[in-house]
């Protein structure tokens, strides 16, 4: 077994830190970037605890060292814009040699083609500041393939050449729809080209390491990660909530840098702009500060950027998540502000919805983080922030006024404490099992909540793609006890566990050297049925429209994510509050009001524009047509709205309330109909 390899081999591990074999120190030279001995002490002390600590029980063999190489690659030239295909030929040689030479920490393999990306980079980017000062002809009818997945890499400089003109090329056909002079155009691009330049320059031996060692970290799954000294820092401090910004986690994408987590209750997540997979392309900072093009600058740069004191104000230019390089980006004004506490604790409204002659008062509560003041809980604090005793509160307030039945809206709720997960579903549960855990040894451990129902009337749950984790437990364990309607999107699909480390934390003896921080999945989570979370998240009872599928977005677009299984089931005694009959009777009016409710329609069309832009591999490259999309994109949502118009009439025909059409929200909204109407089919069946 593996504990049993684990509890053998381990003081191999933790001699590491008193031996002498290692490389002297080796500074970076400008021409070519080489490790460091620190460098390959810890490449081989995080090979160890992969092997010894993740979840996933796969050696680190010839198998797993092919995939590194492809992870490598592809981090480092994702788009296929910089290596030759000579270049990749002459890589092959490496591609079953990665896993004997990590574990002997030789590292001379990623730093050779580590130095050629950077050679093949210089060699791009003098090609285009040049370009970039020619005059662009917009007539001509060609086409820029830039969705490069299936595509070649070139077979020459000059074919490499053509690629690049054509890139450069649509990006300055998208600043010249944006407004832009031929002059402004040309300025920006060298800027950007010049910007990027210095950036390649400034790479040094800890970035190669750090790209290589998260290219290893996500063959084994993509939520385990390594984090250099510099990045652990910042992990650190981002996850003390502590930080003054705009309350997100920024990473690196090829050219760009994404947004890849909102925090509760920061400026960003309370913009209600801003969504994960988000690309930053322009800061400016006050209202009149100059949009500032950040497009092939680090991430730590851009992070830099975004950052600044409480109070100040900086405006951000997103290319939306989805939308691809050219298309129309958003300006989103953003005041830097710490974390908010009170702004990311549960809220509760109050919905009246009238129906059939009767109204509905319908208690709505918004929790966006399973949050837990855990230094409280261990002081033995009487009233300790938590998200369970803020939701209790918050019903027995809703009681007070009367409400006829509760839904909680998890929409991007990305998890936060296991612990809170488990109590809050106590709330609406007369207690047993509320999710199953498995760790790495085979051990199988059941979570149950031990306390009496609290709230026992009609309740649903909103999810979205990105309610994850302890959202998915939540919802999992409603659902699995048929005890709320589950009302969305399919949730991500994030079944796993991480842990968090230090690499000094495996050393016996101190070191004087600067060590990373390495997270690695320990369990897996699964449902009282015995189902994973994992890749299938919790599929609503009733589906909403959805811009983002499980391909694109989630568990399920990761290739190296964890599979699906099942374990036993817990016993458990489903409470049948939601029955079969119920959720097609919900369904059904569901259905019809798609056709007929005008938010919905305006929503669902959208989708359908966003997926036929996803779908597209080329844009062209000649302005007449280009500027003949974008205006045909604005008949066309001119259009929406006359029939949509027609709808409101044909939908006030058949007694359809709009009352709510107030609403800006058409997934709230259509949720507040559906728990009315849950409420009155309870009723009507005693």
Do not use: C
Request: net charge negative.
């Amino acid at each position: 077994m593996k504990l049993f390899k684990k509890l053998i081999i381990i003081p191999a591990l933790i001699l590491l830190g008193s031996t002498n074999i290692y490389a002297s120190d080796t500074a970076d030279t400008t021409k070519y970037l080489q490790p460091k001995s620190e460098h390959i002490k810890e490449a081989i002390m995080v090979t160890q605890i992969l092997d010894f600590f993740h979840y996933r029980d796969v050696d680190l063999n010839d198998s797993l060292s092919s995939v590194i190489l492809d992870n490598f690659i592809e981090s480092l030239d994702g788009s296929k814009n910089y290596f030759l295909a000579a270049d990749i030929k002459s890589f092959q040689k490496y591609r079953f040699a990665f896993d004997e030479d990590l574990k002997r920490g030789n590292l001379v393999p990623a730093f050779y083609i580590f130095n050629i990306y950077k050679k093949r980079v210089e060699e791009r980017l003098k090609y285009a500041l040049a370009e970039s000062q020619h005059k662009f002809d917009f007539t001509k009818k060609e086409e820029f393939v830039f969705d490069r997945e299936k595509v070649p890499y070139p077979q020459s400089a000059q074919e490499q050449d053509e690629l690049w003109r054509k890139i450069i090329k649509n990006q300055a056909l998208s600043l010249k729809l944006s407004g832009s002079d031929d002059k402004k155009i040309s300025e920006t691009l060298v800027t950007r080209y010049e910007r990027f330049k210095s950036n390649v320059d400034k790479y040094n031996s800890t970035d190669v390491f750090e790209i290589l060692m998260n290219s290893v970290t996500e063959s084994f799954d993509p939520h385990t990660s390594y984090f250099g000294p510099r990045s652990a820092e910042d992990f650190q401090r981002e996850s003390s909530k502590a930080m003054e910004g705009i309350g997100a986690t920024l990473q690196q994408d090829d050219d760009f840098t994404k947004i890849v987590e909102l925090r509760p209750g920061g400026p960003a997540f309370l913009s209600g702009q801003i969504d994960v997979d988000d690309r930053i392309v322009g800061i400016a900072q006050g209202a009149e500060g100059e949009m500032v093009d950040v497009v092939g600058w680090r991430s730590d740069e851009v992070a830099g950027q975004v950052r600044g004191a409480k109070g100040t104000l900086v405006r951000i230019e997103f290319l939306p998540a989805g939308r691809p390089v050219g298309g129309q980006t958003k300006i989103v004004n953003i005041v830097r502000d710490k974390i908010k506490y009170d702004e990311a604790k549960a809220k509760s409204q109050v919905v009246q919805y009238e129906e059939g002659g009767k109204t509905y008062n319908l208690g709505i509560i918004t929790l966006p983080d399973f949050y837990l003041d855990s230094e409280g809980l261990e002081d033995g604090e009487k009233d300790f922030s938590s998200a369970t005793s803020d939701v209790k509160k918050l019903i027995t307030q809703l009681q007070e006024d009367g409400v006829d039945g509760v839904m909680l809206d998890l929409r991007n709720n990305g998890g936060g404490s296991l612990l809170e997960a488990i109590s809050l579903s106590g709330l609406f549960l007369p207690g047993g099992p509320v999710v199953q855990i498995k760790y790495a040894n085979g051990q199988i451990a059941k979570e149950d909540d031990k306390e009496k129902m609290f709230y026992s009337g009609p309740l649903s749950i909103m999810t979205n793609r990105f309610s994850a984790s302890a959202s998915e437990i939540f919802a999992a364990v409603l659902q699995d006890y048929k005890r709320a309607v589950i009302v969305g999107e399919q949730t991500y699909g994030k079944g796993t566990v991480q842990n968090v480390r230090g690499l000094n934390d495996f050393l016996r003896e101190p070191t004087t050297d600067e060590l990373g921080l390495i997270k690695y999945t320990i369990a897996k989570f699964y449902r009282v049925t015995g189902s994973s979370t994992q890749h299938l998240g919790v599929s609503p009872d009733i589906s909403l429209p959805s811009a983002f599928s499980a391909k694109e977005f989630g568990e399920s677009s990761k290739p190296s994510a964890l599979p699906w299984d099942k374990i036993p089931a817990a016993k458990f005694t489903p409470l049948n509050y939601v029955d079969n009959d119920l959720i097609a009777q919900l369904k059904k009016s569901h259905e019809e009001r798609l056709k007929t409710d005008q938010s919905l329609v305006d929503y669902q069309y959208d989708i359908n524009e966003l997926n036929k832009a996803r779908a597209k591999t080329s844009v062209s490259l000649n302005y007449d047509t280009r500027k003949k999309e974008a205006d045909d994109f604005e008949k066309k949502r001119d259009a929406r709205v006359k029939i949509g118009d027609s709808l409101k009439e044909l939908g006030s025909s058949k007694g359809v309330n709009h009352s709510l059409n107030e609403l800006k929200d058409p997934f709230l909204k259509e949720s507040i109909i559906l728990l009315a109407e849950q409420i009155a089919a309870k009723k009507s069946k005693g």
